[in-house]
């Protein structure tokens, strides 16, 4: 039986040797090229990079050869690069899009492809869909293309990536400063691109996990608290003021502070916010998903800014940065951009944009998340997985088309229906249900003003999914 390849909210990803074979890769890569010569018949290019997983460079090799038979000129990155560094390069050199192997966060025993679009963005749902179906087609009749075969060239976007970066961070205000940074690049993409930044501009780094080990370290190449320890004990050693860490594909960030403290993307995504409307003027608006925290609408509020509220899934803050409608989008997974850079989430410039904030304000992380409660007030989110039996499952998905009139003893002031189903209360305090489409898993995101009131309405979120 032949697997049906789907594309989710960031590509396909899969198991390698159950469903991510040579034999899926290649029809996948059928597809994608189908769809990129329907949009463009003659003269098409585009590039193929990966992370640092198991197989990469034959997949890249695999993929260009598929590509090439098409006519499609593959732009092939030797080097393992970024995924935001993938999306630079497609803007930059004007290609008809990317495939990038990675699984970015998920264990070692995970590959996958993402494929971004001209825009350098991730694929919208109506390509994915368009790519799923040539995949289909050519599935019923296997036929090579003919005609002329292209020529793979190489390319190297790091420079002109790192290059972008200069641009956007002020790397003096982070040397002046003195601030000392611990780096961990968990083995992934981004090795030699954070730290040698910072040290070409007179920063004192210290790296760790900077080889390249396909089983990152026995788990899942995630900048998460429990995953982190390397990273502090190398903080500790060095004096370091702040760590900044990135998962395997370095699109998403993972930030430590000076005391060891982990401080969760939420908390990140809005200190980012406040400080970019302050240290750069910006003021065209916010991007944040419907599962991340309201401290950035409060803080949107406050500084007189539109709040844009999106699905969840980066491709759709990204529409928002193309469209220059927001200074920053985030969401709570660690993934975020800010105005004019890639519509693309970029954890190697979430990690330094952090590092410049530090420097700047002369304050801890904490210490800067403490001033930004005392203004607007405290927020505690929090995000839960709970597996499902089939049977609950089948009863949950009937009581989420329903319009709760109460929930937690509380009156439902709104109820939110942008992505799974969300309930917000009378106090600001809200809780949010998503079912995962690939397993039998519902995601609860809540949130509340103390920690306090956050564990009751956790407790009331998890009974609701098994009245």
């Known amino acids: 039986m032949t697997t049906q390849i789907r594309f989710g909210t960031s590509g396909w990803r899969a198991v390698?040797?159950?469903?991510?074979?040579?034999?899926?890769?290649?029809?996948?890569?059928?597809?994608?090229?189908?769809?990129?010569?329907?949009?463009?018949?003659?003269?098409?290019?585009?590039?193929?990079?990966?992370?640092?997983?198991?197989?990469?460079?034959?997949?890249?090799?695999?993929?260009?050869?598929?590509?090439?038979?098409?006519?499609?000129?593959?732009?092939v990155i030797a080097e393992a690069a970024p995924t935001p560094t993938i999306s630079y390069a497609v803007i930059q050199s004007k290609a008809d899009g990317a495939i990038n192997f990675t699984a970015s966060h998920n264990p070692p025993e995970y590959n996958g492809i993402k494929f971004s679009t001209p825009d350098g963005a991730p694929?919208?749902?109506?390509?994915?869909?368009?790519?799923?179906?040539?995949?289909?087609?050519?599935?019923?009749?296997?036929?090579?293309?003919?005609?002329?075969?292209?020529?793979?060239?190489?390319?190297?976007?790091?420079?002109?990536?790192?290059?972008?970066?200069?641009?956007?961070?002020?790397?003096?205000?982070?040397?002046?400063?003195?601030?000392?940074?611990?780096f961990d690049p968990m083995w992934g993409a981004a090795r030699g691109y954070s730290d040698a930044l910072l040290r070409e501009a007179g920063v004192t780094v210290a790296t760790v996990h900077d080889y390249r080990d396909v089983l990152f370290g026995g788990h899942a190449p995630e900048p998460d608290d429990h995953l982190l320890e390397d990273l502090r004990h190398k903080m500790r050693e060095t004096g370091a003021s702040i760590g900044i860490a990135t998962d395997g594909d370095a699109d998403r960030f993972g930030i430590v502070d000076a005391d060891g403290t982990f401080l969760q993307p939420n908390y990140i995504i809005a200190l980012l916010f406040d400080y970019l409307v302050e240290s750069r003027g910006w003021k065209n608006g916010v991007g944040k998903s419907v599962a991340t925290t309201n401290l950035i609408n409060a803080l949107a509020e406050k500084h007189k800014i539109e709040l844009h509220e999106t699905p969840v899934g980066f491709k759709y803050i990204g529409e928002l940065i193309k469209q220059d409608k927001i200074v920053i989008g985030g969401e709570e997974s660690a993934g975020l951009s800010i105005r004019k850079h890639v519509p693309e989430k970029d954890g190697v410039l979430a990690g330094l944009l952090c590092c410049e904030m530090v420097a700047r304000r002369g304050a801890s992380l904490r210490k800067q998340l403490a001033d930004i409660f005392a203004k607007v007030g405290s927020y505690y989110p929090l995000r839960e997985n709970f597996r499902l039996t089939l049977?609950?499952?089948?009863?949950?998905t009937k009581k989420l088309r329903s319009?709760?009139?109460?929930?937690?003893?509380?009156?439902?002031?709104?109820?939110?229906?942008?992505?799974?189903?969300?309930?917000?209360?009378?106090?600001?305090?809200?809780?949010?249900?998503?079912?995962?489409?690939?397993?039998?898993?519902?995601?609860?995101?809540?949130?509340?003003?103390?920690?306090?009131?956050?564990?009751?309405?956790?407790a009331a979120a998890k009974a609701w999914i098994f009245d």
């Open 16 to 75: 390698m040797a159950e469903e991510f074979t040579f034999a899926n890769v290649q029809r996948a890569v059928h597809g994608i090229a189908r769809y990129v010569v329907s949009q463009k018949s003659d003269g098409a290019k585009v590039i193929v990079g990966r992370d640092p997983r198991f197989l990469g460079e034959t997949f890249c090799s695999m993929a260009a050869d598929i590509l090439a038979g098409y006519g499609i000129t593959p732009l």
């Open 123 to 182: 694929s919208l749902p109506e390509v994915t869909q368009a790519v799923e179906a040539e995949i289909a087609a050519f599935d019923a009749n296997p036929q090579p293309p003919r005609g002329n075969k292209a020529e793979a060239q190489p390319i190297d976007p790091r420079r002109m990536y790192l290059s972008r970066l200069r641009e956007i961070v002020d790397l003096e205000v982070i040397a002046k400063a003195g601030v000392k940074v611990a």
């Open 391 to 396: 049977e609950v499952k089948e009863k949950f």
């Open 403 to 458: 319009d709760p009139a109460e929930f937690h003893g509380s009156k439902v002031a709104s109820v939110v229906r942008t992505d799974g189903l969300k309930l917000v209360l009378g106090d600001g305090s809200w809780v949010c249900y998503r079912l995962s489409g690939t397993e039998p898993v519902v995601r609860v995101y809540s949130e509340a003003r103390s920690k306090q009131e956050l564990a009751k309405l956790s």
